[in-house]
């Protein structure tokens, strides 16, 4: 347990040292949520609500897709996994540490899109937390899943523009900042297979939005949290498969 937490607390150092990670995981969804929560150009039917959940989402996508992602694929391209998975550390205890550094990221950044949505005007008094906890987590296992598919099989270069490509593609027309229902009637479906319209709208049911709660209902739009689990399961059984600590 001592050496998880050790190399927990490296890879958090390593991190705050990261001025592009911090803009990812930080400034960016912090400055979406301030921008578009004081400026009209989202269509009226976005709410506040619509909006927080929203940004979460694209700071859990941010997180436990991009940031470990690339991260972990320079690791891999650097030798690094492979000569820190031959020390006492392990690969279990390493993959362990990881994961314990993006839960602790997850959580303070969670912690302060809270705090200035509730600045903003929104009450988190709507909050059903369990659901949004279930959410956070499914959320996570999707995306550390296709990060790391990704970081796992691909060259580093190759994988940091394929991470940047992925995100910004999800953020354009996954569900995240335009809702599912605004979209296209074709688009609007892709978006809701996707695990970011599928993050997008569990959020949006968690943080009191107006989704049915009929969990296995298409027409309610509630069969979003099928998508999400089956993401959640699916996405890291593919890397576990694919990943390869050398390369």
């Known amino acids: 347990m001592k ?23 930080l400034v960016i969804p912090v400055g979406i949520l301030v921008f578009f929560g004081n400026v009209q150009v989202l269509p009226d039917s976005v709410s506040l609500s619509r909006l927080v959940s929203s940004v979460l989402t694209l700071s859990i996508m941010s997180t436990a897709m991009v940031s470990t992602g690339i991260a972990t694929g320079f690791e891999r391209s650097y030798h690094v996994l492979k000569r820190l998975g031959a020390t006492p550390l392990g690969r279990e205890r390493l993959i362990w ?23 903003m005007g929104w009450s988190p008094g709507v909050v059903t937390w369990w659901k949004l906890i279930v959410a956070i987590v499914l959320g996570t296992s999707a995306f550390a899943g296709i990060g790391l598919t990704l970081a796992g099989r691909l060259r580093a270069e190759a994988n940091l523009a394929a991470q940047n490509g992925l995100y ?80």
């Open 97 to 119: 540490a990881k994961a314990m550094s993006v839960a602790i990221v997850e959580v303070a950044q969670i912690a302060v899109l809270l705090v200035i949505a509730s600045i």
């Open 168 to 247: 910004l593609a999800l953020l354009a027309v996954g569900g995240i900042i335009v809702p599912i229902d605004e979209l296209p009637d074709a688009m609007a479906l892709i978006a809701r297979i996707l695990p970011s319209g599928a993050l997008a709208e569990a959020m949006h049911t968690s943080l009191g939005g107006a989704t049915s709660d009929a969990w296995f209902s298409y027409a309610s739009g509630s069969g979003v949290w099928l998508d999400l689990l089956g993401w959640a399961i699916v996405a890291p059984i593919i890397a576990s498969r694919l990943f390869r600590f050398d390369g």
């Open 3 to 25: 050496l998880v937490v050790q190399q927990t607390r490296m890879e958090l150092t390593t991190l705050l040292r990261n001025y592009e990670q911090l803009l990812l995981i």
